[in-house]
């Protein structure tokens, strides 16, 4: 019995670190950017630490995902008629599999810096789900490659290209959907890609013309932020950020629960974070807040509840609250990290601050890199950040700043690191590595 227990217990230990080497999503384990990692290198080059570099062809900004020794990732052609998702090997860097998953007809992307394939896939055992935004989204097996559905009717102008990753949750596939027209979400079953859910967004543009109809199209109403499932009250929540509010969703039902409107301001691409009983999310390109939300209680949870975020309102009982915010140092598109009581923050413009959660105290705040719209990860209380000059930094997730390494690759650098092991995994704009020591 004393052996059993030994061989199930070494079973588990087992089983508990495959997992932890597993990179499932857009940020990671639980979409957060934090890694179980352990020994990542602090300083690489073109010809140091890199286990192998793989040429990856056309263009794309998704994060690749990892899953046993299969690492998956997309790309498509500068016009977006041709989008392809890749399976490469984990220990080698080869190719296993190179398939044009949809052909597509798409308006000109008028962001340079955005891509045809910036949503980052999803993965667990057996099945991978891809997305494209409006242009598809796709079901496939991993062992095989085969399309187990798909769906191309969910459909809006994404304007600048799609930024949303799908996320799943239980039986669901969780998608964004905010476009210059359009704004909704909707749940798919992850085994038949039939709808459960979808609901609209309830808060627009509010400056209308004479006939009820929004003046303003494009970013003034468009979103590519990442939801993220998060335990409050002991109940799930689907926390989503849409280009005028954040939401708080029931994710089995669609069921809005509050909002917190920011009309001042338009769009994000970070993903929020839950922790120490707030909601933490970015609001707003160019002149955008950072906000710490404290959430109503469950009993107040219905559609209608509203916070307005952009007025320094006072707390009402059964809404949202604002905690603190934060105007300077706002990453508008990398994703935050709560690292303990420490929020580290990299704007878009390089600077990376250490922050208070509880209070929004800034610690301090340095420029390190330049133009940086990848989101950091973090590992071993080291923030591990990248920007579009390929260049990379290392710092600690610490009240102290202290830089930790610098590095260097060839070409930019638009993609979120992934971390498995003890590798880091970089995606520039024509190459995958393998960071390893």
Not at 238 to 245: D, E, I, R, V, Y
Not at 395 to 407: I, T
Request: hydrophobic residues 40%; charged residues 25%.
């Amino acid at each position: 019995m004393t052996k059993q227990l030994a061989l199930l217990a070494s079973l588990a230990a087992l089983s508990s670190s495959f997992a932890a080497d597993n990179w499932p999503q857009f940020r990671g384990p639980n979409g957060d950017g934090q890694s179980t990692a352990k020994g990542l290198p602090l300083k690489w080059s073109e010809t140091e630490n890199v286990k192998w570099k793989t040429p990856i062809h056309d263009k794309g900004w998704s994060q690749p995902v990892i899953w046993g020794d299969q690492i998956w990732l997309t790309t498509a052609t500068s016009n977006g008629t041709a989008l392809f998702v890749l399976t490469l090997d984990k220990n080698s860097g080869k190719i296993v599999r190179d398939v044009k998953l949809f052909d597509a007809q798409q308006p000109e992307l008028w962001m340079r810096y955005n891509s045809y394939a910036s949503p980052t896939p999803v993965i667990e055992e057996g099945r991978v789900y891809v997305s494209f935004g409006e242009a598809g989204t796709a079901c496939l097996d991993t062992k095989t490659g085969a399309k187990l559905w798909e769906r191309r009717d969910l459909k809006c102008n994404h304007y600048r290209g799609a930024g949303s990753s799908p996320i799943l949750y239980n039986n669901l596939l969780v998608l964004h959907f905010d476009g210059a027209d359009e704004q909704f979400l909707v749940a798919l079953d992850k085994q038949t890609g039939k709808d459960v859910w979808k609901v609209k967004r309830s808060t627009d543009y509010r400056d209308l013309d004479a006939a009820g109809k929004p003046k303003a199209e494009g970013d003034l109403r468009k979103g590519y932020a990442t939801p993220q499932i998060a335990m409050i009250e002991g109940k799930p929540v689907l926390l989503s950020n849409g280009a005028k509010a954040h939401y708080g969703y029931d994710p089995l039902t669609g069921k809005e629960l509050w909002q917190v409107e920011n009309q001042p301001f338009h769009s994000t691409g970070a993903r929020p974070i839950y922790g120490h009983g707030l909601i933490y999310f970015a609001a707003g390109f160019s002149k955008g807040h950072f906000y710490a939300i404290k959430p109503p209680p469950a009993s107040a949870w219905k559609a209608g509840n509203i916070l307005d975020a952009s007025k320094d309102s006072e707390p009402a009982p059964g809404k949202p609250q604002l905690v603190w915010k934060l105007i300077k140092g706002v990453p508008e598109t990398p994703s935050p990290i709560l690292h303990g009581d420490l929020l580290l923050l990299v704007d878009n413009s390089g600077f990376a601050s250490a922050v208070e959660a509880k209070t929004g105290k800034v610690l301090w705040s340095e420029r390190v890199l330049k133009a940086v719209y990848a989101s950091p990860i973090c590992a071993e209380g080291r923030v591990y950040a990248c920007d579009r000059e390929g260049k990379c930094v290392v710092f600690a997730a610490a009240p102290e700043f202290k830089l930790l390494g610098e590095s260097k690759l060839d070409g930019p650098i638009e993609a979120s690191p992934a971390a498995s092991g003890k590798a880091l995994y970089l995606r520039t704009a024509k190459t995958l590595y393998r960071i390893e020591q």
